[in-house]
């Protein structure tokens, strides 16, 4: 199917009579949009506080570990010569 055949079947599908709607379908898609947004905002804030408990916690393991700090020697060289 070329280009032409495309938009004229679309021009065709589109010139059609449109279904009817039933009439308590607005209602029902305004609840359930409604509780998606709900829940969609619910995940997103729940995701940003595992986020900054992720910080936190990074946060805390670091300054407690210091893993920027070389380790100290545990074994001391031997003396000689005294």
Do not use: H
């Amino acid at each position: 199917m070329n280009r032409s055949q495309r938009e004229a079947e679309a021009r065709r599908i589109m010139d059609g009579t449109q279904p009817l709607v039933p009439p308590d379908l607005y209602t029902d898609v305004v609840r359930r949009g409604g509780r998606m947004l709900r829940r969609r905002t619910a995940v997103r804030r729940l995701l940003w506080l595992v986020l900054l408990a992720a910080c936190v916690a990074f946060t805390v393991w670091a300054l407690t570990v210091q893993p920027w700090v070389e380790p100290p020697s545990e074994t001391t060289p031997p003396v000689s010569g005294w």
